[in-house]
Nanobody, 114 residues
Framework: QVQLVESGGGLVQAGGSLRLSCAAS????????MGWFRQAPGKERRFVAELNWTGRTNYANSVKGRFTISRDVKNTVVLQMNSLQPEDTAVYYC?????????WGQGTQVTVSS
């Protein structure tokens, strides 16, 4: 079983930056993909970014050019969020899995004030 623990959320003004981290522990696999999703109040959870086991990245159109996903150390991924806007306010969830996302973190709140 894999445990995912997020950190780095908080409150920031519009135009500011935040850095989210997700550390995976437990039984991970060599082809383990990791990504980020977010859920705003009253809305469905939506894809933000992913980093697959080959190093390939993928982003939602709404965050392209502003967010960057990368690997920090083994089994840790970082989401650097720049030029944050109020519409980025949400609970951000780290996800992981082989093929599909089956492992989820507890979520971290990101609030962007205007």
């Amino acid at each position: 079983q894999v445990q995912l623990v997020e950190s780095g959320g908080g409150l920031v003004q519009a135009g500011g930056s935040l850095r989210l981290s997700c550390a995976a522990s437990g039984r991970t696999f060599s082809r383990y993909n990791m990504g980020w999703f977010r859920q705003a109040p009253g809305k469905e959870r939506r894809f933000v970014a992913e980093l697959n086991w080959t190093g390939r990245t993928n982003y939602a159109n709404s965050v392209k050019g502003r967010f960057t996903i990368s690997r920090d150390v083994k089994n840790t991924v970082v989401l650097q969020m720049n030029s944050l806007q109020p519409e980025d306010t949400a609970v951000y969830y780290c996800a992981g899995g082989v093929g599909s996302y089956n492992d989820w973190g507890q979520g971290t709140q990101v609030t962007v004030s205007s």
